[in-house]
């Protein structure tokens, strides 16, 4: 089975603080995916990276950065957290090939006071 | 443009009864269709999807889907509900292009009650 690890359940940190929410696949799986989720607002999806060192912009990147230095690791940063930020954030993978789905961790709440 | 609907925000069944969550979407091209459900406090978990073929899909926790494509409509049911079955219900879409992006529907709420 894949599996997609993200390292933290539950994450409070403070207004303006620099935040790095990471994710770990283990299945060789090309795409990965940040979102985040809001009550009333489904998944809105923020980055996602096709290969190493590639990303594009999802449809709420502001206030967001990611890196993908490794296949198997895909981060998400919040360059100056803002209390707008706090939500459930997921990650994801999958593979390229024919119509596969999407593999997905088990979130990591963040909360910014 | 890529899109799908849920319509219904939540939904409310008697444990024991058939279920169905509504989906519709709107691609060019032959779509993929996935299901995915959502326990508290969990990522999401593949249910099922619709590449070709039968249009009945079969899917994990007795769960299936049935595509129909003049009505653009790919719907969840289950013969009779259980409790456990609770949960956050979304659709999702992709066109037949491997760079496509995954489109989520906006969740359906599925509540079972005893």
């Known amino acids: 089975d894949v599996k997609v690890t993200q390292s933290s359940r539950y994450l409070v940190k403070r207004t303006g603080e620099k935040v790095f929410l990471e994710c770990v696949q283990d299945m060789d799986h090309e795409n990965m995916f940040w979102y985040r989720q809001d009550p009333g607002l489904g998944l809105r999806l923020i980055y996602f990276?096709?290969?190493?060192?590639?990303?594009e912009k999802g449809d709420i990147p502001e206030g967001y950065s990611v890196s993908r230095e490794k296949k198997e690791r895909f981060s998400l940063i919040l360059e100056s957290a803002s209390t707008n930020q706090t939500s459930m954030y997921l990650c994801?993978?999958?593979?390229?090939?024919?119509?596969?789905?999407?593999?997905f961790g088990d979130g990591t709440r963040l909360s910014i006071l | 443009a890529q899109s799908v609907a849920q319509p219904e925000d939540q939904v409310n069944v008697a444990e024991g009864n058939p279920l169905t969550v509504k989906c519709t979407y709107s691609v060019s091209g032959n779509p993929y269709l996935f299901w995915y459900v959502q326990y508290p406090n969990r990522g999401l978990q593949f249910l099922l999807k619709?590449?070709?073929?039968?249009?009945l899909v079969k899917g994990s926790y007795g769960f299936e889907a049935e595509f129909n494509k003049s009505q653009t409509s790919f719907h969840l049911k289950k013969p009779s509900a259980l409790v456990s079955d609770s949960a956050l219900y979304f659709c999702?879409?992709?066109?037949?292009?491997?760079?496509?992006?995954?489109?989520f529907g906006s969740g359906t709420r599925l509540s079972i009650r005893p």
């Open positions: 994801a993978s999958r593979d390229t090939t024919g119509a596969q789905p999407q593999h």
């Open positions: 619709y590449i070709t073929g039968d249009n």
């Open positions: 999702a879409v992709i066109g037949p292009s491997s760079a496509s992006k995954i489109i």
């Open positions: 990276s096709y290969d190493v060192k590639m990303k």
